[in-house]
């Protein structure tokens, strides 16, 4: 089991350009999550995929924020024209069903300059 | 709008002592209970699940789950400076969890 894994850790942006973060969840789980930390503040749900379904995206998910998960495997976040309001952690997480235990991996920290 | 409350803190106790955490949540329906420990500039670790009411024990972590109330503690006893972290409520219904915005905690030697 080697947990739910985000690519990259870091990344650091200028104001305007499009990043993409990965996210390659625990492999018998078919439920992954996107989330977005900013300090002092819970991780707040943008959007999430049963397989390869994307089910529901919160009001958060702005047009400039797309998510894929192709192959109900991996999936990638992109951010296009970044603003510095988007500088925050990025989590994933991953789940075997409804209503059980997500994990999480251990986060892309965005910052746009 | 679906809601998760917990005081932030910080909340301070001395090695050894039961460290109280306690969350209320808005949604009635919700079925599912959860609790993540998260260091600074770390990423959540489920600590503990609770699903019925009544206490879970996990070690030193006791979970305590009162639905009529709506209300979801954690407890932990002989706390250790180890323990100093923020500790973040969630909960689910049908849907993706929701998460308050945590407790700091900080065990003093």
């Known amino acids: 089991d080697t947990g739910v894994s985000q690519d990259p850790r870091h990344k650091i942006t200028k104001r305007g350009q499009n990043v993409t973060f990965r996210c390659d969840p625990i492999s018998e789980h078919n439920r992954l999550y996107w989330y977005r930390q900013t300090l002092g503040q819970g991780p707040e749900f943008l959007t999430y995929f049963q397989n390869e379904a994307q089910l529901e995206k919160s009001r958060l998910l702005s047009d400039r924020f797309s998510a894929e998960r192709p192959k109900g495997s991996f999936s990638t976040l992109e951010i296009q024209r970044t603003e510095q309001g988007d500088s925050a952690m990025y989590l994933c997480?991953?789940?075997?069903?409804?209503?059980?235990?997500?994990?999480f991996g251990q986060g892309t920290r965005l910052t746009v300059v | 709008q679906k809601e998760v409350e917990q005081n932030s803190g910080p909340l301070s106790v001395p090695e050894g002592a039961i460290a109280s955490l306690n969350c209320t949540y808005s949604?009635?329906?919700?079925?599912?209970f959860f609790w993540y420990r998260q260091y600074s500039g770390k990423s959540p670790e489920l600590i503990m699940s609770i699903y019925s009411n009544g206490d879970k024990e996990d070690g030193r972590f006791t979970a305590q789950l009162n639905k009529a109330s709506q209300y979801v503690s954690l407890l932990i006893r002989d706390s250790q400076p180890s323990d100093s972290a923020t500790y973040l409520c969630?909960?689910?219904?049908?849907?993706?969890?929701?998460f308050g915005k945590g407790t700091r905690l900080s065990v003093i030697a």
């Open positions: 997480a991953s789940s075997l069903q409804q209503y059980t235990e997500a994990f």
């Open positions: 969630a909960v689910t219904r049908n849907t993706p969890l929701v």
């Open positions: 949604d009635r329906g919700s079925q599912s």
